[in-house]
DNA sequence: TATAGCATGTAATCGGTTACATGATTCA
DNA sequence: TGAATCATGTAACCGATTACATGCTATA
């Protein structure tokens, strides 16, 4: 799935300028699909010259005409299909993650502040989140889709902050502790089992 | 982070084939690296270029020859210089969350059926995962850092695995139930927080 | 005064995926 | 017999990011 049927699947909601897609990307698709201005204009431009969806300009003064987007019969048609068709993949690229799986070949400094900028970003993030479900303009509106999928979203979110927390200082202490050492570490037991899964309690 | 940086992080551990490092990814990175043949061979070509690794070739009985890199001085400081200066992004792109979004454009088998096929993903993924750490070559040999990384995937897979278990039957209802109704479904108060973070039980 | 928001677009670049090409062995 | 494993590589394509270009308004 590319940027053109994200475009068409949103403008199903309602009609959209440009600009306002992207909003919506950093705004509720943030967990799961990112596009930035670069390929959401040269999408709609195609999207339009193809017919599935239709143009209106609207003039403002001293900016750029707002174009607002419709979809079409053709659109709805072709969103359908596509989605039909689209094989449900799920890819996750994190720097973040690579970063601490090789935090062995940092200075431990660096490891803690990557963790700590990380649960930061998670923790506002979910703040966000939260004040999108009170005040959003559709609030209750939200289609069984849309709640599973940002449900999801929080979901995750809350359980990958959790954990990070959680082994913030166990890391912080095993980089410090064992750094080229090799004491054996008293609480081999407790260190064995970081992999449990998390309670994720709010 | 690219491809090449992944190669030199994985040859700081052990030496390696092209072959063999696409088998990590698979393996372990799976969670937050995807990467192909078609991006490891170049990268390791362009590595030798450059002088981070050299190569070994091993002949092999009607085989193309077998070889194995080994990361240099110059690659293990341009490693940690790259690790140093890489930013902690973590990015998701899931056409399987987009296609959830969407629910209400498709016929309520097919987004059953897609649901179906990531939960039985994610279990055989955490399955893989569990025989990993019990047969691995390096079973208690993981530092700190693989220990997190891995942990982490294993937590939110599992948190997400149950999100979906959880969350299925009560999609299916309300695709069947709602689509195009509108008869005010009894349960909202239950259906109200969907979102309520999951308790992950293993 | 400087930053963020509104509003659109293009062009160069870059990196990754996909498909192609080859080919023996082993397991089901 | 067909699929999977081992083993390497190239070339075309495609999509996305980045930087560039413009420019007013409102807020801090």
Do not use: N
């Amino acid at each position: 799935m590319d940027v053109k049927t994200l475009c068409l699947g949103v403008l199903t909601e309602q009609d959209y300028t440009g600009y306002e897609i992207k909003r919506c990307c950093e705004e509720v698709f943030r967990h799961f699909f990112v596009a930035g201005f670069g390929s959401i204009y040269p999408a709609l431009a195609e999207l339009q010259r193809d017919g599935l969806v239709t143009v209106k300009s609207v003039e403002q003064k001293k900016r750029p005409d707002k174009k607002i987007y419709s979809i079409t019969a053709a659109g709805r048609q072709a969103l359908a299909q596509e989605l039909l068709e689209t094989p449900p993949r799920h890819k996750v690229r994190s720097e973040f993650l690579a970063l601490m799986y090789f935090a062995d070949l940092l200075p431990p400094e660096r490891v803690d502040a990557v963790l700590g900028e990380m649960i930061e970003r998670f923790e506002q993030t979910l703040v966000e989140e939260l004040a999108l479900f009170d005040s959003e303009d559709a609030p209750g509106e939200l289609t069984p889709g849309q709640r599973f999928a940002l449900g999801y979203g929080r979901t995750v979110l809350t359980s990958a902050l959790a954990y990070c927390k959680r082994q913030r200082p166990q890391l912080a202490r095993a980089l410090r502790g064992e750094s080229e050492g090799g004491e054996p570490e008293p609480e081999a037991a407790d260190d064995r089992r970081p992999l449990t899964p998390s309670l994720a309690g709010e």
